[in-house]
């Protein structure tokens, strides 16, 4: 990896926000983590994700 002098404006700007979001996810960790999906949601996000996948 190229040097931090070696960097332009935006590559550092780029850097720093990828550090800064891990930083966070680190953090604060998933709010959701462990909590139990009701069955509506659960079938209505299958839905969704099924809907979104190309067609052939």
Do not use: C, F, W
């Not at 590559?11 to 930083?23: D, M, N, R, T």
């Not at 604060?28 to 139990?36: I, N």
Request: proline content about 5%; hydrophobic content about 40%.
């Amino acid at each position: 990896m190229a040097s931090i002098q070696d960097l332009t404006i935006d590559q550092l700007k780029a850097l720093i926000g990828e550090v800064v979001e891990e930083k966070l996810r680190e953090l604060l960790g998933d709010p959701d983590d462990g909590l139990d999906l009701r069955p509506q949601v659960r079938e209505r996000l299958l839905r969704t994700l099924a809907e979104a996948q190309p067609r052939e």
